[in-house]
């Protein structure tokens, strides 16, 4: 005989969203809800408000298709960064990853995904087509492929490098590398090579 | 000069507010606002309902202080469980994973904590009163300190033993021991010395 109860079925869905997260389980889930459960009556719904109005009103980009809380983002329309230069991305969270890193002043064009027949996404599911016009009206020098080192990301850069080869303009490659903190050993005999390759001079 | 920049106050408020949840760093944060952000809008709204509704409409029982939605919970109201045996938890956790064993079929009373003078703690801001009213007002013939194994949960327990010595009543521990999967150079000397001591026959 099976005696186990729930108490709440309103906890119980609390705790089924929260498993919806992406690497989050039941355990993990049950203790957010808790968590939440214990809270003030305001701070949950300080909570619950941050996600819906980043849901709600949160837009997009209408020049690069990041994320933004106004029509333009406040990278497109800061006037002390370098508009001669797009770093091509795949996601916004790769404009997150590559700002953080404070090396990099020009703008950013978020493709929304790179080419993966597998999954169904062909060019013309991304924003590629905007991508090309900009680089056909706007005075560019210089685009940075900032796309995953994968398959999916190669074919991509290929095919933008490719619809844009009858415009005189720079195209870039992330370096590819040993990573800071990697033991040789454990690196990939890929990335290895292709170190030793584009090896540089000491000091510089 | 840093160029830093962020693209949504409003997708960082919602980071922060993951970020609050225990154990959750700002990587971890981001990775669910960006999940969320990706979901359908139905989706993010009963993804946040489930919480409003939990914080708003969840009751605590005015038996046994365990969660419920109604006014006295689905355990205390189900029949064909023994009511004369009480469990008692520090909190609804507790419950939980009591209940998820199957093993159980007595009642709880869940007393929101245990005794702790360092944290301003005292008997009077937990839930024991209703538990020695329940005792001394319902027909009760044993009940069972299911209490963290702590200094905390100790005391508690000899607290609560002291307040029903006048009342004919059985009062348990749960069994300590080595726990199942556990090896015994890695458990420690107090809980295998007590698991010597109340070793038990072979095969029964």
């Not at 819906?52 to 298709?65: A, G, R, S, V, Y």
């Not at 020098?141 to 009858?166: Q, V």
């Amino acid at each position: 005989m099976n005696y186990s109860e729930k108490s709440s079925n309103l906890l119980d869905n609390a705790i089924s969203q929260f498993a919806s997260l992406p690497g989050i389980g039941k355990k993990t889930a049950t203790r957010f809800a808790l968590h939440l459960l214990k809270k003030s009556e305001p701070d949950v719904e300080n909570f619950v408000n941050a996600i819906k109005k980043m849901k709600q009103e949160t837009k997009f980009c209408k020049i690069c298709n990041n994320i933004s809380d106004h029509d333009i983002c406040t990278i497109c329309t800061n006037n002390s960064r370098d508009k001669s230069l797009i770093c091509v991305v795949e996601g916004i969270h790769d404009v997150m990853a590559i700002e953080s890193t404070s090396q990099y002043n020009g703008l950013y064009h978020v493709l929304g995904g790179v080419i993966s027949p597998m999954d169904g996404i062909g060019p013309g599911e991304l924003s590629i087509a905007p991508l090309i016009h900009r680089i056909n009206i706007e005075n560019i020098k210089e685009i940075i492929l900032a796309l995953p080192a994968t398959m999916e990301g190669d074919t991509t850069n290929f095919y933008i490098n490719r619809k844009i080869a009858n415009v005189n303009i720079n195209v870039t490659l992330l370096a590819r590398g040993v990573a800071i903190g990697d033991e040789l050993q454990f690196t990939d005999e890929i990335t290895l090579g292709q170190s030793i390759l584009n090896r540089k001079p000491f000091n510089t």
